[in-house]
């Protein structure tokens, strides 16, 4: 039983650091992202309505809106307990 607490412990803690270095990488390809759309110009052409007059589109810059899947995933910390890690495993 505490060899199995062991491993599980270790493997939580690998997961813990897994988990930071994906974090890093998806907020830089995060900024990468804002930062391409940010250098994206609009298109500044008329477009004929449904009524048949020009409508002209805003001069506001557009901005980047990311997927909800772009938010950081939970992790669980190595000072979780069996419970949590139980729920937590379950869950996801």
């Known amino acids: 039983m505490e060899k199995q607490l062991e491993q599980l412990t ?3 803690m690998q997961q813990e650091q897994a988990q ?3 974090q890093r990488r998806e907020e830089g390809m995060s900024q990468i992202l804002e ?3 940010s250098q994206q110009e609009p298109s500044h052409h008329s477009t004929t309505t449904t009524s048949g007059t020009a409508a002209t589109s ?3 810059p557009w901005q980047a809106k990311f997927p909800f899947g772009a938010a950081p995933a939970p992790h669980l910390s190595s000072s979780a307990s ?3 890690f139980d729920a937590w495993y379950h869950k996801f």
Request: glycine content about 0%.
């Open 10 to 12: 270790a493997l939580l």
């Open 20 to 22: 930071e270095e994906s």
């Open 35 to 37: 930062h391409v759309v």
């Open 58 to 60: 805003s001069s506001a």
């Open 82 to 84: 069996l419970r949590e």
